[in-house]
């Protein structure tokens, strides 16, 4: 299991068809909040959930869970740099996206949100009656899932210990599952083999790449960076419009062959003294 560092081909290219080296990832948090009401359907565990969701973020779009923060670290001058060489039309995004504004805190950059603080999502509220017409009930129980995108040094077990310190304090009724989760990973763009990783793809696209500290998303690499200690890079070889995970996934065929000159360019670029 020894390398000097490792490769991973995946992912798209920058919409502009501008080649990009991704540096490292979020993690992920998955759980779920379950409250239960008494036989006869009183206390609502419904308002139990909603009020004690209010206390894990506020109005403004900070998450408040107690002690989140603690291992959170603030991006280096390195990475903050990178970050903002990176184009962005906000207002395009917007338009895409078909919303008015995006979600607070309104006074962060939009690559500073995505990369360098963690998230807090619903992703479904379930209780009571949904169907057809009215019911005038009072649910027995009600479940929330929910996830969060992980930075830094956090890990799933840390973040997930804040939160059922949290539950307990707030509505020790409530019972928190974890359901499972993946750990953020990043490699310091300050890396010896930053240049030659950026190097080979400049020199198999003829341009040189965009560089990105971390992405919003979560991939499981931190099996290479935090397990076997090696530097790890993402080096998309996929045009931006791949269509990653649907039915008609495809790989334009230039792509395909500018990512074997990239590999081809990193072998002989490692090679050198």
Same mark, same amino acid.
């Given at each position: 299991m020894k390398a000097d560092l490792v490769v991973i081909a995946d992912g798209s290219l920058h919409p502009s068809g501008m080649p990009v080296v991704q540096m490292g990832v979020r993690g992920l948090l998955n759980f779920e909040l379950h409250a239960r009401g008494?036989?006869?359907?009183?206390?609502n565990p419904a308002w139990t959930l909603v009020q004690l969701l209010a206390t894990m973020k506020s109005p403004t779009g900070e998450i408040t869970i107690d002690g989140l923060h603690d291992a959170v670290e603030p991006p280096t001058p390195e990475e903050v740099e990178a970050a903002q060489a990176l184009p962005i039309d906000v207002p395009r995004v917007r338009e895409q996206l078909g919303i008015p504004r995006l979600d607070g805190p309104e006074s962060r950059?939009?690559?500073? !949100? #995505?990369?360098?603080?963690?998230t807090l999502t619903i992703n479904g509220l379930h209780s009571g009656y949904?169907?057809?017409g009215m019911k005038t009930?009072?649910?027995?129980e009600a479940s929330v899932?929910?996830?969060m995108r992980l930075i830094g040094s956090q890990s799933t077990d840390q973040v997930f210990d804040r939160i059922v310190q949290h539950v307990a304090r707030r509505a020790p009724?409530?019972?928190?599952? !974890? #359901?499972?989760?993946?750990?953020?990973?990043?490699?310091?763009?300050t890396s010896p083999f930053t240049t030659k990783v950026m190097s080979s793809v400049e020199r198999a696209h003829g341009q040189r790449p965009m560089l990105y500290p971390v992405i919003g998303g979560s991939l499981p690499n931190y099996v290479f960076t935090g397990t076997l200690g090696l530097p790890a890079f993402l080096v998309p070889y996929a045009n931006a419009d791949q269509s990653n995970h649907a039915p008609n996934e495809n790989l334009r065929v230039d792509?395909?062959?500018?990512?074997?000159?990239?590999g081809a360019a990193l072998l002989s670029l490692l090679a050198e003294p």
């Open positions: 008494a036989r006869q359907d009183v206390p950059g939009y690559f500073e !949100r #995505l990369m360098f603080h963690p949904g169907g057809p009930i009072i649910p027995c899932k929910c996830d009724e409530v019972e928190a599952t !974890r #359901l499972n989760g993946m750990e953020p990973w990043k490699t310091p763009v792509c395909f062959l500018n990512g074997i000159r990239t």
